[in-house]
C-alpha cells in the first residue's frame, strides 16, 4: 500500500504545502484523521484520492473550503452519524 507523507501529498496534487495542511485542518473540525506514521502524517492511495477530490470540488465557484470538506467526507464516507446529516450550509 501506498504511503506519503504530507509534502510528497502536495508534489502529486500540484498544491503548496499549506494547501494540504489547510485541508487537514478542515477535515480534522469534522472528525476526520489521518493515519501518522513514525509522527508524521501518512496518506494512502485512498486518501490521495479523497484530497484530489477536494480539490476538485473546492474548485468550483459555490464552493467554500468548510462546504467542499463536509461534501467530500460525505462521498467517502468518513464523517460521523450526525454529520450525515446535517444539511450543508
Keep these: 500500500m501506498l504511503r506519503v507523507i504530507t509534502e510528497e501529498l502536495a508534489d502529486i496534487l500540484g498544491l503548496p504545502l499549506s ?4 485541508y487537514n485542518f478542515y477535515f480534522a473540525k469534522i472528525g476526520v484523521q489521518f493515519t501518522k506514521k513514525q509522527g508524521k502524517l501518512a496518506y494512502t492511495n485512498d ?27 460525505k462521498k467517502f464516507n468518513l464523517v460521523p452519524f450526525q454529520l450525515k446529516n446535517k444539511p450543508l450550509a
Excluded: S
Excluded at 51 to 72: D, G, Q, S, W
Design 19 to 22: 494547501t494540504i495542511r489547510k
Design 47 to 73: 486518501d490521495v484520492t479523497i484530497f484530489y477530490e477536494l480539490k476538485e470540488v473546492y474548485a468550483r465557484p459555490e464552493m467554500n473550503l468548510e462546504k467542499a470538506v463536509i461534501t467530500v467526507a
